[in-house]
Structures are given as structure tokens and as C-alpha cells.
């Protein structure tokens, strides 16, 4: 409980920083972090559950060295800031609220009947169950 209400208020305070970085306009370096918070937590999250500690440090190094050398183009480029941050909080979203770890979890669609009903034969073809 004490976990979930943690994860709430960092969340809501994450949104209103946000919103008061992006509501002034400029751009910073604030904001990039700000941006790449949530992917950067998944790709935490992700290098912690490796097994193999030595690949993970290796992968998280790089990637440091390539956001590091990325920055200034990215404190530029609003529109990829916004994929990045959109992603990072829909992974997060998919870590965080995953049906098969939670249970039955009612207003999250869990499959095609949840989203509009069934399936055209074109459609199924197409779709992995």
C-alpha cells in the first residue's frame, strides 16, 4: 500500500512538473529529463531483471553514452520528446497494469471482444491470439 501510494504521488508530481515545463515554452534540459523519465524507468526496470549483471551494466553504459551525446539534438526536438515521453508512459502503463499479474482487471481491454466486439476473417488473419 505504502508502495502504491508512493508511486501516486511521484506520479502526479512528474505530471505537474511536466505540465509547467511544457506550458513555458522553452526549451531545456529540464524538459528532456523530464521527457525521458518514464522510458528510462522501463529501461531500468528491464536491465535490473538481467540475469547476466556484467551484459546489463554494458547495455546501461552505452545507452548513458548515447543519450549523453544525443541531448542537445533532443532539448531541439519537441516532437520526438513527445513520442519518447508518450511511449515511455504507455510502457510503463503495460509494466504497471498488466491484466495476467493483476488479476481481472475491469476497463482494461484484455482482447478484441473488449475493444469493438469480433473480428472480421481479415482482421484475424492478421492477429496474433
Known amino acids: 500500500m505504502v508502495r502504491a501510494v508512493g508511486a501516486g504521488i511521484l506520479t502526479v508530481a ?13 526549451a531545456s534540459g529540464w524538459g528532456v529529463a523530464l521527457a525521458l523519465a518514464p522510458l528510462s524507468l522501463v ?3 528491464g536491465l535490473y531483471r538481467m ?7 554494458l547495455f546501461g553504459l552505452v545507452l ?7 541531448w542537445p539534438a533532443l532539448s531541439q526536438r519537441i516532437a520526438t520528446l513527445y513520442f519518447l515521453e508518450h511511449m ?4 510503463l502503463w503495460r509494466c504497471f497494469a498488466n491484466p495476467e499479474r493483476l488479476g481481472d482487471f475491469p476497463g ?3 482482447g478484441p471482444a473488449d475493444c469493438g466486439g ?7 488473419r492478421y492477429t496474433v491470439a
Not at 51 to 57: D, E, K, M, S, V
Not at 88 to 91: A, F, K, L, N, R
Open 14 to 26: 512528474w505530471a505537474v512538473a511536466s505540465y509547467f515545463n511544457s506550458a513555458s515554452g522553452v
Open 43 to 45: 529501461v531500468v526496470l
Open 51 to 57: 540475469r547476466q549483471r556484467w551484459l546489463a551494466l
Open 64 to 70: 548513458v553514452a548515447l543519450l549523453t551525446w544525443l
Open 88 to 91: 515511455g508512459v504507455y510502457s
Open 108 to 110: 482494461y481491454p484484455t
Open 118 to 124: 469480433a473480428l472480421s476473417d481479415k482482421q484475424v
